[in-house]
Every structure is written in C-alpha cells, then in structure tokens.
C-alpha cells in the first residue's frame, strides 16, 4: 500500500502530468500520421527518457504507446488509411461514415472506445500482474530458460506467413545477441577486433534501426502519396449524443475488451489481431451483420475498445516474465533496462513505487487521451492530409541517431544503429519481419544465462539435464512452449478442412 500511494503520489506531480500530456499528444501524432506506428514512436523517445527518474521515462512510455495505438483511427476513418497495424479493422466502417458526412461522429466513437477498452485492459493488467509476479519469485535458471525457450516460440505466431523466415530472423536476433563478452565464461565474441562491440549490441540502438530506419527509407523510396482526406464536418451537440449511443452497447464494448486483453495477454498476437477478432465478433453477434461495411458505429466501437485493450494485456506477461509479445513491448523493455529496471518479479518488490506508479499513469494517459483527442480533432485531419515526406522523413533521421548517440555518448552507437536499419530494410524487403529479430536479441542472453547456470547447479548430478525438468513450473513451461509452436499448424490445417467442408456443401 505503502508503494502504491508513492507510486500515484509521484504521477500526479505537476512535472510529470505536464510530459504526460506531452506524450499524449505526440502519440496521437505519431498514430495518426500513415508511415509512423506506435513502435517507432515509443522507441525514437526511449533515448530522451535515459535522463529522466525512472517512473518519468516510465510515464513518457506508456502516454505515447496508449495514444499512438488510439491516433492511428484519425487516419483510418479521414483516408482510409490506417496510421497503425492495430487500425486496420476501423477502415471497414470509419471511412464509410467519413464519407456520408459523419466523420466527427466516427472520431467521437472511436475515441470513447478506445478509452473503455484501455480502462479495462489496464485494470486487468493492475490485477492480474501481481500474483502473477509472486508466482514469478519461485523462478530459478532452469525456468527462466524455459521463459527464454517459449519466447522464442511465439516466432511461429509473428511470422504467419512463412514460419521458416521467422526463424531465420530469430536466428540472426540471437546472433547478435552474442556479440560482446559472454556473461558466464567471460570470452570474448563476435566482436571482429573492435573494442567498442566488447559490451555488446545496445538493445535501444538496435530496436531503433530495425524499426525506425526500414519504415523512413521504404517512405523515401516509395513517394510521397497523395492521401485524399475527407472534409470534416463539425455539427453541434455531437459529441454527447454520440457518447450516448456507444454507452448504449454495453455487451460490444465487454466482448471487445476482454477479446483485446486476452489477444494482447497472449504472447506474439496484438491490436492488429485483436481488432479484426474484435470486428468479426461483433458481424457474428450483431441483428443486422450485413449493414458491417457501409458505415455502422458498432465496427467503429469493436475495433477500436479492443486495439486499447491489449495494452493493458500485452504488459502482463512483460512486467512479470520479462517476456515482450508485442514490438511495442519489445521496445518498452529495452527502455526498462535502460532505466535499470529488470522485468520480473524485482518490479514487484524492490521498485514496487515505481511499477505501481507505472500502471496508475496508463489509467491517467488514458483518461487524458480521451480529452486531447477530442479537443485535437480538426488539428489531425489537417496535419494527417498535410504534412509533406520532405519534412517528416528527414526528422526521423535526426532523432534516431541523436537519440542513439545520447545512451552513452558513443558513435559506435551510431553506426550500430544504422547498421541495423540497413540490415532491417534490406530483411524487410526480402519480407522478412523485424520482430522475430528483436525477440531473439532479447531472449538470447536469458536463454544463455538460464542454460549455463543450471548446468553449473547440476554438474554434480549423474544426469545434469535432469534438471530442466524437475519442477511442476517448468513442465508447464514445456507444455506451452509445444503448444505455442503447434499452434500455427493446427490453425492452418483446421482453416483447410473448414474450407474445405465448405466447398463439399457447394
């Protein structure tokens, strides 16, 4: 108790609401602009948090991530282009009611769904977290190697579309993992005689040219677009009856919500799924499915509740395993260790202030999103139909090797950075996806560390391997890592057959 009311004692210091509103704004930016995500913003600020106290950078974080995921509905209703993955699902009705004249009404429902569901995967992250961090403390090498392990599995989920270059990229991912002085033995790797690698890759400057660089240089090389954004209307009295009409579907808002948390609870899925299961859920369960598609609040509030939700569930398994399902966690998690804040069970103890300050924030940026995307409206219709790639593009650039060169004031930093970007761009237009990477820079030094200390605890055992599989923790780890890698298959092959069924009644 005593950390929780210092935790919310610090957030709702003046500095610190003040960045908060500052986050909050720039995220919708970020997520209203087409070519930005919520991953690139999240990780061009991680650099600027390294200055800040803990639970500030920490605030920062989750303003933007929480906005960003909620700004990419501006430009998925406005032009038909949604400014993040996790908006793909608001294209199907928002453009529709933009383009009958209803766009205000559109943002308005957007934006009260997109607070509801970040309410209640917050909550759920507030309650679900800490007994899952007290189960966390009975960890020892060989479950932690099993965490690392299951991981690893969730690159069958993020590489859907060919299994064989997701591992490819965790592959390379746990590659670069090794680079610098093995933690253990002590023996130098990988480094090709240059001092500077001897620590290793730093996991920010790499998380900022996998993600950031690809996405400027495919922007260059493709062209500016010509996006045709439809005129908004404001039409008084709005915005009330508009709340009203989304409160009026208490059974949409629930099913979406618990669908967006238990889709972002799950490691490698997120909003980008979540929404389109979201979506579909809301085509089954609704009186009138086939009005989906023309222009009808109920996608609108499907979509959007259940991309906020899985915030607040995509953080679960980070917080207490140290386990990122997202790339957004991913990067959240490097921003953590920067901070020197290792994700498990010492969040819950030793910086419980901090942690619990941290969830407090997410409620309060999301509450505040609420009033700046309101009021910031008319300004994102005009900055997402007008801002010219001259002048975005060559401000990432800027940011990301400032940002990259201010974690330790090292141009090898630099180079790593934008070494990386080129390897990133280079995979990604070979599509290969950037995730599987990161995920495997990640967990490689858990993986690591976990095999060679329970190694070192049983070499006095006649059969040392023995010790993997020992305990009831790590027997559930295995089963789910199995699952976890069959699942991909099982889904497919079940896909086949319904289709197949399909085209018998026929």
């Not at 061009?44 to 950078?57: A, D, E, K, R, W």
């Not at 429902?109 to 899952?132: D, E």
């Not at 403390?137 to 190697?145: Q, T």
């Not at 023996?187 to 290793?200: D, S």
């Amino acid at each position: 108790m005593d950390a929780l009311v210092s935790g919310i004692t610090q957030v709702l210091s003046p500095g610190n609401l003040l960045l908060m509103l500052v986050g909050t704004v720039a995220g919708l930016i970020a997520g209203a602009l087409p070519g930005l995500t919520a991953t690139m913003a999240v990780a061009l600020v991680i650099p600027f948090t390294f200055v800040m106290p803990p639970l500030t950078g920490l605030v920062v974080m989750g303003a933007i991530y929480m906005s960003a995921i909620y700004g990419g509905s501006f430009s998925a209703i406005l032009i038909n282009t949604p400014g993040t993955p996790s908006s793909i699902g608001t294209c199907f009705d928002g453009y529709p009611m933009a383009k009958a004249g209803r766009g205000q009404e559109a943002i308005v429902v957007a934006t009260v769904s997109s607070v509801i569901g970040g309410l209640f995967g917050v909550a759920v992250l507030a309650f679900l977290a800490p007994p899952l961090a007290r189960i966390a403390l009975r960890f020892g090498p060989p479950e932690y190697f099993w965490v690392g392990v299951f991981g690893l599995s969730i690159i069958a989920s993020l590489a859907s579309k060919s299994i064989l270059k997701g591992l490819i990229g965790g592959a390379v991912g746990l590659l670069i993992s090794m680079i610098g002085i093995s933690p253990v033995g002590g023996n130098v790797r990988l480094t090709f005689g240059e001092p500077a690698l001897q620590g290793g890759v730093q996991l920010v400057c790499a998380l900022i040219g996998l993600f950031c660089i690809p996405e400027v240089l495919s922007l260059v090389l493709q062209g500016a677009q010509a996006y045709e954004a439809v005129r908004l209307v404001r039409q008084r009295g709005v915005i009330m009856s508009t709340i009203r009409k989304v409160l009026s579907q208490p059974g949409n808002l629930l099913r979406s919500s618990v669908i967006g948390t238990i889709v972002g609870i799950i490691p490698g899925a997120g909003g980008n799924i979540a929404n389109l299961i979201a979506y579909n859920e809301a085509v089954r369960a609704s009186k009138y499915p086939e009005k989906f598609g023309t222009g009808i609040i109920d996608g609108v509030i499907a979509t959007e509740t259940s991309n906020n939700a899985t915030i607040g569930g995509g953080l679960v398994p980070l917080l207490t395993l140290g386990v990122p399902g997202t790339p957004v966690d991913a990067v959240i998690y490097g921003g953590l260790l920067l901070q020197g804040l290792r994700p498990g069970p010492e969040l819950f103890s030793v910086h419980a202030d901090i942690t619990y300050g941290f969830i407090f924030s997410l409620f309060v940026a999301t509450l505040m999103m609420m009033v700046v995307g309101l009021a910031l409206g008319t300004a994102l219709h005009r900055l997402v139909s007008r801002t010219p790639l001259r002048f975005l593009a060559p401000s990432i650039i800027f940011l990301s090797i400032i940002g990259s060169y201010a974690i330790r004031n090292n141009m090898a930093d630099v180079w790593v950075m934008l070494g990386c970007g080129i390897i990133g761009y280079i995979l990604k237009e070979l599509d290969f996806n950037a995730a599987p990477i990161v995920l495997g820079l990640i967990l490689g030094p858990i993986i690591e560390e976990g095999l060679l200390q329970s190694l070192l605890i049983s070499r006095a055992w006649q059969f040392p391997w023995l010790i993997f599989v020992r305990s009831p923790i790590s027997i559930i780890l295995i089963l789910m890592t199995l699952v976890s890698f069959a699942w991909p298959y099982l889904s497919s092959s079940t896909a086949r057959r319904r289709k197949g069924g399909a085209y018998a009644d026929r």
